[in-house]
Every structure is written in structure tokens, then in C-alpha cells.
């Protein structure tokens, strides 16, 4: 079993960064691939961004694409989100996900563990 903790949220104004980090503990993330989802307020979750087991290759969702990076740093068991231009409508709750599998997947259903969230509120 492995746990995630998202950590980096908060309140920002539009145009401006955040960095989010999910740290995972009980086993390395290097058996999996991850994903970062959100939810906003009366929405369905939907997909951010993947990233496969060694990082080779990254998956955006076009709303997102251009602004977010994922990234990976297995030795320190940790993934992050890099957030730049953020947009008001970038406002929800984000997920960490981990697979059991070589690749990430745009999928909610494909993933096998999730982190608590932590809120992104993006200001006018």
C-alpha cells in the first residue's frame, strides 16, 4: 500500500504560480505512474496531468497544457505540479493518484490510490 500527501495549495491571484508536491510513503513511487486530478465545487473530477513510471513521458489536459508541468523525483519519493499563468477557473481541489502501471492514464477508474486534496483558489 502506498499513501500520498498533496501539500502546496493555497490562494493566489490570476497570473501568478504554485508548486504543488505529493509525497508518498510505505512504498516507492517508482512502481507506479501518477496522475494529478481536480474537482471543483458541483463538478465531476477531472483529469490534469500524468506522468509514466520513469518519467520519460508527460500527459496534459488541453486546458491545462502549456501552463502545467508534471515531474518526478523518485529519489525523494515525490511528485509535483508546477502551476504557472493560473487562470480563476483553475479554482478546485487537487488530487494526487498513483497506477499500478507502466503508464499514466487520463482515467479515474485506472487508478489505484489517492491523496486528500489541497485546495487551489485562483483570485481575479
Known amino acids: 500500500q502506498v499513501r500520498l500527501v498533496e501539500s502546496g495549495g493555497g490562494l493566489v491571484q490570476a497570473g501568478g504560480s504554485l508548486r504543488l508536491s505529493c509525497a508518498a510513503s510505505g512504498r516507492t513511487i517508482s512502481s507506479y505512474a501518477m496522475g494529478w486530478f481536480r474537482q471543483a465545487p458541483g463538478k465531476e473530477r477531472e483529469f490534469v496531468s500524468a506522468?509514466?513510471?520513469?518519467?520519460?513521458?508527460?500527459y496534459y489536459a488541453d486546458t491545462v497544457k502549456g501552463r502545467f508541468t508534471i515531474s518526478r523525483d523518485n529519489a525523494k519519493n515525490t511528485v509535483y505540479l508546477q502551476m504557472n499563468s493560473l487562470k480563476p477557473e483553475d479554482t478546485a481541489v487537487y488530487y494526487c493518484?498513483?497506477?499500478?502501471?507502466?503508464?499514466?492514464?487520463?482515467?479515474?477508474?485506472?487508478?489505484?490510490?489517492w491523496g486528500q486534496g489541497t485546495q487551489v483558489t485562483v483570485s481575479s
Open positions: 506522468i509514466n513510471r520513469s518519467g520519460g513521458n508527460t
Open positions: 493518484a498513483a497506477r499500478t502501471g507502466r503508464v499514466g492514464s487520463v482515467f479515474l477508474r485506472e487508478y489505484d490510490y
